[in-house]
T-cell receptor, first 112, second 118 residues
Framework: AQSVTQLGSHVSVSEGALVLLRCNYSSSVPPYLFWYVQYPNQGLQLLLKYTSAATLVKGINGFEAEFKKSETSFHLTKPSAHMSDAAEYFCATMDSNYQLIWGAGTKLIIKP | NAGVTQTPKFQVLKTGQSMTLQCAQD?????MYWYRQDPGMGLRLIYYSASEGTTDKGEVPNGYNVSRLNKREFSLRLESAAPSQTSVYFCASSGGYSGSGGTYNEQFFGPGTRLTVL
């Protein structure tokens, strides 16, 4: 069965520093991978998705993620953190029934 | 264009009470979903409806029932609420999977319903 592991329930970075949120998935051919963001007291919205077109995927708000098949990873990065990036981030993959399988989430904390 | 709407936003129930959570989407999506979100557990799928007239169980269906009333509306019912059902409930919709070689359409989420069962 497909699964997603997000390393670190909380990640803290300083404003202006690199953001790196880690996601590893169990193999699925082809893998469909997603990053969603949830701001406080809101629903989730799509940041970006990988559907095998390109290994480096660019999303909204300056985020991007790189699909690495050899490492079964799909880490999310942003070169320079902004206070408005504080939120919870979820990685997800799709199972054989085309349903999303979610990671546990990583809360991103931005220090001024 | 409101996207996905959910009512109510907050609800407090006593053990054994029943209630229905309402969800509607105005994006003409075929697929709709109900999730619950609990701290440290991500989102867990309760039920989904791939198209109007069909519903299927997800990962955690026990204690819940659903109705796909029409293409726009998908309701979630708790017949006899239990404290273990205290959670935040999200409804989502999507255009669904396009088919072999196609792309998976993203899911759009509502703002959530915060339910407490005492």
């Amino acid at each position: 069965a497909q699964s997603v592991t997000q390393l670190g329930s909380h990640v803290s970075v300083s404003e202006g520093a690199l953001v790196l949120l880690r996601c590893n998935y169990s193999s699925s051919v082809p893998p469909y991978l997603f990053w969603y963001v949830q701001y406080p007291n809101q629903g989730l919205q799509l940041l970006l998705k990988y559907t095998s077109a390109a290994t480096l995927v660019k999303g909204i708000n300056g985020f991007e993620a790189e699909f690495k098949k050899s490492e079964t990873s799909f880490h999310l990065t942003k070169p320079s953190a902004h206070m408005s990036d504080a939120a919870e981030y979820f990685c997800a993959t799709m199972d054989s029934n085309y349903q999303l399988i979610w990671g546990a989430g990583t809360k991103l904390i931005i220090k001024p | 264009n409101a996207g996905v709407t959910q009512t109510p936003k907050f609800q407090v129930l006593k053990t054994g009470q029943s209630m229905t959570l309402q969800c509607a989407q105005d994006m003409n999506h075929n697929s709709m979903y109900w999730y619950r979100q609990d701290p440290g557990m991500g989102l867990r799928l309760i039920y989904y409806s791939a198209s109007e007239g069909t519903t299927d169980k997800g990962e955690v269906p026990n204690g819940y029932n659903v109705s796909r009333l029409n293409k726009r509306e998908f309701s979630l019912r708790l017949e006899s609420a239990a404290p273990s059902q205290t959670s935040v409930y999200f409804c989502a919709s999507s255009g669904g999977y396009s088919g072999s070689g196609g792309t998976y359409n993203e899911q759009f989420f509502g703002p959530g319903t915060r339910l407490t069962v005492l």
